[in-house]
Nanobody
Framework: QVQLVESGGGLVQPGGSLRLSCATS????????IGWFRQAPGKEREGVSC????????NYADSVKGRFTISRDNAKNTVYLQMNSLKPEDTGIYYC???????????????????WGQGTQVIVSS
């Protein structure tokens, strides 16, 4: 069955780095946009970054541009989110999800994505 499983979260000091992984199975990665989202306490879930696996096209939220890098390893069916220069406002639960819809690349709208993983907690604090 379709699965997306996040890992790599943890506690990190401001300015530090983490690499999140989204291991996928049960579908052909090339046919989907894979997105990373986050939800901070008391806030709505927001799109962070996404990648079109077929050609490597990427998109980022303004708040993470220049600090986060999304990538994929098609041989491992895994999508990564390298997070550098982390800030306290990056704290939240990070989820990955998939979308078959091309507009999802530009909009990163929650409702265009499905098959959500269980999430991995990221805490940025001194």
């Amino acid at each position: 069955q379709v699965q997306l499983v996040e890992s790599g979260g943890g506690l990190v000091q401001p300015g530090g780095s983490l690499r999140l992984s989204c291991a996928t199975s049960g579908f052909i990665l090339d046919n989907y946009v894979i997105g990373w989202f986050r939800q901070a306490p008391g806030k709505e879930r927001e799109g962070v970054s996404c990648i079109r696996s077929s050609d490597g096209s990427t998109n980022y939220a303004d708040s993470v541009k220049g600090r986060f890098t999304i990538s994929r390893d098609n041989a491992k069916n895994t999508v990564y989110l390298q997070m550098n220069s982390l800030k306290p406002e990056d704290t939240g639960i990070y989820y990955c999800a998939r979308s078959p819809f091309s507009p999802a690349m530009a909009t990163m709208q929650n409702d265009l994505f499905g098959s959500w993983g269980q999430g991995t907690q990221v805490i940025v604090s001194s």
